[in-house]
């Protein structure tokens, strides 16, 4: 590989998980640059893990003030309002994330994501949006891809008991291990905004309904220009007239997507912390292996829901047309 | 908050639980607990703070190194959540104060445990006190929470356990073929017999030397005379137990007729003839007061642990290991065990296991391999961990509701079957056979005229049915117990008794005796049939002795299925589990399957993850489980 050792310090530190996942991949970490923005519930349990991993350095942007609300599900926020007066959720998360892993590097990036240039996006080897808005994923994933180098491009999004991740990694060569031999795959995976235009006529009927459910969500706050959270049950009546539309547009029929599960993630808006540790757990898992190149990554949506249990991944795509 | 919330509240504000194990799992799910509305919480862990704990274990700091697991993780989690009630016990949860009243007093228990000892002693005092319990593992990305409600769903014991591999004796002290036959005879035989306890029984000598030499005259070998220089003494060592030893049993043909003989190796062949005036300075280098970082390697230049080292290497380290724990720690020779922790240790270990490898021709393995075999070091990352926690707290929820239908074993794969990352299966109902919940009698084939009290005691009683302070009957006799108020009669007789064999014991056990074992603090008693038996192989029944009943043979499950299958009509037969037992087999499950399978006839050549027991991951079971639940 580069040449470069482990410290013994790093060896023993990272000692067990060098077990699973072998002393070059642990070096690939250590070497790599991460970009989070949104930081709720789930983003802090994937920051906690990606930092225990031990990444080179991870850059949180959030301007959010601290307030009452953002201690639900956030491990990372003391609740002392003497201590959060004034301060924003990334400088609070970033005074804890360092404590958690010196020889991560952990800093605050202020402003807004979706105005950042393109180079701006260079400095990463991989992006996570947290809670983003429709227009947002759109934009910053458009700019990565348009980089030379391949920047890994992940959002996340948890609602009620309810996980969302989408990973676009574009072109993506891994190595496999098929009994004993190593083989090299390849992946190509669609853009954000391919993933979400796709048409829902070719879709297998067995594909999570939540796929459905969150692109109906994601109008609505795109309609309504609402953030993430901000909905109530009084919104029922818009959100099942856009899925209504949506529906006729895609030639499906409107059972395609359960009334009961809109209902539950426009009203469920307080995380659920035990989803946010299943969701930010299986994250930062996929950010550890497209990092490391090692083992078969996420393509490309995965869904979590607490009410069957089931952690499923669904491959969405063009090909289903084609 | 909203009404679905709310509901999800109260049950958890109310509830008292009891977390066993402050470790990988134990710092995810005590966070999640706290942050999910759990207001009284216990947390019990015997383990203090390691350095390799840090890379997961996240509410740990470097200084807290040393410190109890359970009161560090108590006082970092009241930092972000001051105002719920966290106890902490820094002790072993099978300490006899963690009786069945202690455990009544919790509306649930949830196991992040790294032992099958510890999780058996835990299932025995649920099921004793009615507590429902949630139990949970984890291997590198391998995890799986299961759901144990007595009467309602299985026990954790309904289902054999893989237990931790034993090896047939002559295969480590004469006849290795994998690199862990080494390890396990460099750790429990070499380094135990010349730092260990001198009294304790050790086959070290017994086989290799059977023909060539009396046992006292090997003896002699390891003693070292006061004024003996420790290079010479661990030259003679070296010499004895790679030369001599392998010299010796070459000398019987017919062990290797079908073998690759082993090859003696001597000091001299490897070593240049003094090794002090090279290193002159190796008694009294750089002096560190903690034993735990004595280390040989910097003396010889050697850095990275992920090295192999050829021969030579080993050798210098085994020499300089031996001389560094003469020189340096000489007050704990004679009562050292091997400890992963220990540098030292593993570095003589290393040495010890690779030179006999290379004897053997068995390829060579690094001190950070070598570390991980020797202590049964469990894979482990925080993303599991932090998974797994959040099932657990999931399912929780759902017991504390008594929502029984929603119940479910959650498996965390590493490669996706049926798209699954996470996939949930119902859980079963108990075991009619099982003898933890159902109390069924076993059946022990034994030598009763040659095997001892003391050989039932300890490799049946407290190994296999896992019984922490056992007490045997047969009949209306008393023939061992264990406890702190018994007077010093009974203990000279019951010590008298263990060195009897059965049939001699005051009220002989023979073929066709039943025997009464019960553990009064885990409230569990169960019957064993005794069966006389002459011979037993010694490759296959390295224990001399086999028990059986709780192991369900393929036949009985075939019962227990149609069994089960009537009483699950009249249960609600939940729609989600008919989905994963339907099973549209795809490649990848059929292989999993496949692969499983093996797996439980323990085949596997990883040896590593024979020797884990954290490895029951238990998805062969699931299979059979499937198999068992499909209509």
Known sequence: ?322 | MDTQQQQQQSPVQGAKVLMVGAGGIGCELLKTLALSGFHDIHIIDMDTIEVSNLNRQFLFRRSHVGLSKAKVARDAVLRFRPHINIRSYHANVKNPEFDVDFFKQFDVVLNGLDNLDARRHVNRLCLAADVPLVESGTTGFLGQVTVHVKGKTECYECQTKPTPKTYPVCTITSTPTKFVHCIVWAKDLLFAKLFGDKNQDNDLNVRANKAATTSKETDDVFERAEDEDIEQYGRKIYDHVFGYNIEAALANEETWKNRRRPRPIYSKEVLPESLTQKNGSAQNCSATDDDSTVSSMPLLGLKNPQELWGLTQNSLVFIEALKLFFAKRKKEIGHLTFDKDDQLAVEFVTAAANIRAESFGIPLHSLFEAKGIAGNIVHAVATTNAIVAGLIVIEAIKVLKKDADKYRMTYCLEHPSRKMLLMPVEPFEPNPSCYVCSKTPLVLEINTQKSKLRDLVDKIVKAKLGMNLPMIMHGASLLYEVGDDLDDIMVANYNANLEKSLSELPSPVINGSILTVEDLQQELSCKINVKHREEFDEEKEPEGMVLSGWTQSPALNGESASTSNNESASTSNNESAVDVTESSSGPEIASKKRRLSDNDKRETENVESEDDDLMEIENPITVSKKKRRVA
């Not at chain 1, 991993?53 to 609300?69: I, P, R, W």
């Not at chain 1, 060569?173 to 829902?200: D, G, H, I, M, R």
């Not at chain 1, 939540?210 to 706050?221: Q, S």
């Open chain 1, 1 to 322: 590989m580069d040449g470069e050792e482990l410290t013994a310090q790093e060896t023993a530190l990272y000692d067990r998980q060098i077990r699973v996942w072998g002393a070059n991949a642990q070096r690939r970490l250590t070497k790599s640059h991460i970009l989070v923005s949104g930081i709720k519930g789930t983003v802090t349990e994937f920051c906690k893990n990606i930092v225990l991993a031990g990444v080179g350095s991870v850059t949180l942007m959030d301007d959010n003030l601290v307030n009452e609300e953002s201690l639900n599900a956030n491990f990372l926020i003391p609740p002392d309002e003497n201590a959060y007066r004034g301060k924003t959720v990334a400088e609070i998360c970033c005074d804890s994330l360092k404590d958690f892993n010196p020889m991560v590097l952990v800093s605050v990036e202020k402003g807004d994501l979706s105005t950042r240039s393109t180079e701006f996006f260079e400095k990463f080897d991989v992006v996570v949006i947290g809670y983003g808005s429709l227009a947002t994923k759109k934009a910053v994933n458009e700019k990565c891809r348009k980089l030379s180098k391949r920047v890994a491009f992940y959002t996340v999004d948890c609602r009620d008991s309810c996980g969302e991740i989408f990973v676009d990694l574009q072109d993506y060569k891994y190595t496999k291990k098929k009994l004993e031999e190593k083989v090299e795959c390849e992946l190509n995976f669609p853009s954000f905004q391919e993933a979400v235009s796709v048409p829902w006529k070719p879709i297998p009927r067995r594909t999570a309904k939540l796929y459905f459910a969150m692109r109906v969500i994601e109008v609505f706050e795109e309609n309504e220009g609402r953030k993430h959270g901000e909905c109530s049950l009084l919104d029922l009546p818009t959100v099942l007239e856009i899925k209504k539309k949506l529906c006729e547009a895609n030639s499906v029929s409107e059972s395609h997507i359960p009334d009961s599960l809109l209902e539950r993630l426009i009203t469920g808006t307080i995380e659920f912390p035990p989803v946010c540790a299943i969701v930010g757990g299986i994250l930062a898992q996929e950010v550890i292996k497209a990092v490391s190149g090692k083992g078969e990554p996420l393509k490309n949506f995965f869904y979590y829901d607490a009410q069957d249990g089931k952690g499923v991944m669904e491959d969405i795509s063009n090909s289903f047309t084609s």
